[in-house]
């Protein structure tokens, strides 16, 4: 049973950072691209930024340029969000996602990714 563990969020206040982490139990994710995604109560799960497996390409959802980087690093089987300027309107749970393409690109949407993390919440206050 493929697991992807997230690790890093919590409360912040508007302005600060957080640096997520998601470690991912099988070694074969490293061929796989990787996304974080959000989910606000009420809303529906939408990407952040996604990875592609060699780590080349990024691409970020608009609100997050600028702020957000996203990262891995295939030794450690490991993709990591960090994230600066935080605001009130980033507050959601977020999850780690791994993608079902084996050596494909940094993709956006929920369909393209087979397993997911359990979620860590982050709340910006204002």
């Known amino acids: 049973q493929v697991q992807m563990v997230e690790s890093g969020g919590g409360l912040v206040q508007a302005g600060g950072s957080l640096r997520l982490s998601c470690a991912a139990s099988?070694?074969?994710?490293?061929?796989?691209?990787m996304g974080w995604f959000r989910q606000a109560p009420g809303k529906e799960r939408d990407v952040v930024a996604a990875i592609s497996w060699s780590g080349g390409r990024t691409v970020y959802v608009e609100s997050v340029k600028g702020r957000f980087t996203i990262s891995r690093d295939n030794a450690k089987s490991t993709v990591y969000l960090e994230m600066n300027s935080l605001k009130p309107e980033d507050t959601a749970v977020y999850f780690c996602?791994?993608?079902?393409?084996?050596?494909?690109?940094?993709?956006?949407?929920?369909?393209?990714?087979?397993?997911w993390g359990q979620g860590t919440q982050v709340t910006v206050s204002s």
């Open positions: 099988a070694g074969t994710f490293n061929r796989y691209p």
């Open positions: 996602a791994a993608g079902r393409t084996r050596l494909g690109p940094a993709a956006t949407s929920t369909r393209d990714y087979e397993y």
